[in-house]
């Protein structure tokens, strides 16, 4: 596996996106399928509305670490992300080389598992459609969405654009449903219905609130997937930080009114444990359902996977970058450093990562969370709040458009928060 030589260079990936289509990327990424799948695990980590201290667990978590992406994006806007900032953060010829290894072939798992969640969460709510889908249907629409996914980012970065503003419109279009909804119909006792000792602190709580955190997180990562493509974004050092930031505070206002919304109509009891309702499995249609009736609630739920098809658009975009940069430095195998030869887009990557995310979307929801999860923790989050210290430290003359603000303090914050939840995993 060497480097790809002078010769075999393909053309250079070009600058398009700005910070629209990244912020629309990033929370097109991060909404998805994530809040409509989660609240019935959510609400049985803790077995009621006091799991949304999971949520806040989550946000303090990611606030932080957005800011350890952005001064990460800004400085070193190349195709990658993670696999840049680990490799120069603990030094290209030291041990970057071995935190970049480790770091691509844990993703080659992660990131199809993250992008597998999208498809389950779409087999799941097609069932509200189509109650009568069996096992085997279910699985030949995963596989066709999986297909049309490759097949829509199979093309030039500049239509990819349109195409990632296009789904984020549908998917704010169908939280704001949900939000608006919600508010109108909203029953404080039904979101505030706490079972007795709600609060009551144990070493069962304390894992359970690490369950609810890990769900928390899992609904807001995304938040950084355009520093995946950061050699594709225009004035990186402007649009890259702000677009994190941007999305991490505006997807928490949405998830926050999204949870109370749906708890507020619908008695959490009804879905919860979710492993033995039903309903669990596509519960914001049953919320509509409630409110507008059962042809209101088809069409919503068409919106849904509208939403749940955009999370799974921008995630395979931004990962397949990812195998590619590897192959460039010769850390991964040459034949995903290719570009299309006409459209300029590393095509060998997209299509692998996308059959690997299709296999993988046949595991349990709750079991492809956990193991996303924990498979990053350690390499990705935790590496790359360190290689931030490390890079201040080694090379302060660096140029940095954007700098964490109250460094260290927010480094501190997101690494007792992303211990916190690797400690309380099974």
């Known amino acids: 596996m060497k480097p790809i030589s002078g010769e075999e260079k393909r053309p250079q990936l070009v600058r398009r996106f700005g910070l629209l289509q990244a912020t629309a990327l990033n929370m097109s990424n991060m909404i998805g399928i994530g809040p409509f799948i989660t609240i019935p695990l959510l609400m049985t980590a803790l077995g009621g509305p006091q799991a949304m201290l999971g949520w806040f667990v989550a946000i303090l978590v990611a606030i932080p670490d957005g800011m350890v992406?952005?001064?990460?994006?800004?400085?070193?806007?190349?195709?990658?992300?993670?696999?840049?900032?680990?490799?120069?953060?603990?030094?290209?010829?030291?041990?970057?080389?071995?935190?970049?290894?480790?770091?691509?072939?844990?993703?080659?798992?992660?990131?199809?598992?993250?992008?597998?969640?999208?498809?389950?969460?779409?087999?799941?709510?097609?069932?509200?459609?189509?109650?009568?889908?069996?096992?085997?249907?279910?699985?030949?629409?995963?596989?066709?969405?999986?297909?049309?996914?490759?097949?829509?980012?199979?093309?030039?970065?500049?239509?990819?654009?349109?195409?990632?503003?296009?789904?984020?419109?549908?998917?704010m279009l169908t939280t704001g449903a949900v939000i608006a909804t919600g508010v109108l119909h909203f029953d404080s006792?039904?979101?505030?219905?706490?079972?007795?000792?709600?609060?009551?602190?144990?070493?069962?709580?304390?894992?359970?609130?690490?369950?609810?955190?890990?769900?928390?997180?899992?609904?807001?990562?995304?938040?950084?997937?355009?520093?995946?493509?950061?050699?594709?974004?225009?004035?990186?050092?402007?649009?890259?930080?702000?677009?994190?930031?941007?999305?991490?505070?505006?997807?928490?206002?949405?998830?926050?009114?999204?949870?109370?919304?749906?708890?507020?109509?619908?008695?959490?009891?009804?879905?919860?444990?979710?492993?033995?309702?039903?309903?669990?499995?596509f519960v914001v249609s049953i919320f509509m359902e409630r409110i507008w009736g059962s042809q209101v609630a088809t069409v919503f739920t068409g919106m849904v996977l509208w939403t749940a098809f955009g999370s799974v658009f921008a995630l395979l975009l931004g990962y397949s970058r990812i195998p590619y940069a590897a192959a460039q430095d010769g850390y991964f195998f040459q034949i995903f450093g290719r570009l299309h030869p006409r459209k300029n887009f590393p095509h060998v990557s997209v299509v692998v990562l996308g059959i690997i995310s299709i296999i993988c979307s046949f595991f349990p929801l709750g079991i492809v969370i956990d193991a996303l999860i924990t498979t990053r923790i350690l390499i990705q989050f935790m590496g790359q709040n360190l290689a931030v210290m490390l890079l201040r430290k080694r090379d302060p003359a660096m140029q940095r458009p954007y700098r964490i603000w109250f460094y260290p303090i927010p480094n501190l914050i997101a690494l007792v928060g992303w211990i916190f939840i690797f400690a309380t995993t099974d």
């Open 69 to 171: 992406w952005s001064e990460l994006g800004a400085a070193m806007p190349g195709s990658g992300g993670s696999y840049v900032y680990l490799r120069e953060g603990y030094g290209r010829e030291t041990y970057g080389r071995l935190m970049a290894f480790l770091f691509i072939w844990s993703f080659i798992l992660s990131g199809p598992l993250e992008i597998a969640s999208g498809y389950i969460g779409f087999s799941r709510y097609i069932r509200y459609i189509w109650p009568e889908i069996t096992g085997f249907e279910a699985l030949l629409v995963v596989a066709g969405i999986g297909t049309l996914n490759i097949a829509l980012l199979y093309r030039q970065i500049t239509a990819i654009g349109k195409i990632t503003v296009s789904l984020w419109v549908g998917t």
């Open 189 to 281: 006792k039904l979101a505030f219905d706490f079972p007795p000792d709600a609060f009551q602190f144990s070493l069962g709580f304390l894992f359970g609130l690490g369950m609810a955190s890990r769900v928390g997180i899992y609904d807001y990562l995304g938040y950084y997937d355009i520093c995946y493509i950061g050699e594709e974004v225009k004035e990186p050092g402007r649009v890259i930080p702000r677009s994190i930031i941007i999305s991490v505070i505006g997807v928490a206002f949405i998830y926050f009114c999204i949870n109370l919304s749906i708890i507020g109509v619908v008695p959490w009891r009804e879905f919860v444990p979710a492993a033995e309702r039903t309903s669990s499995d």
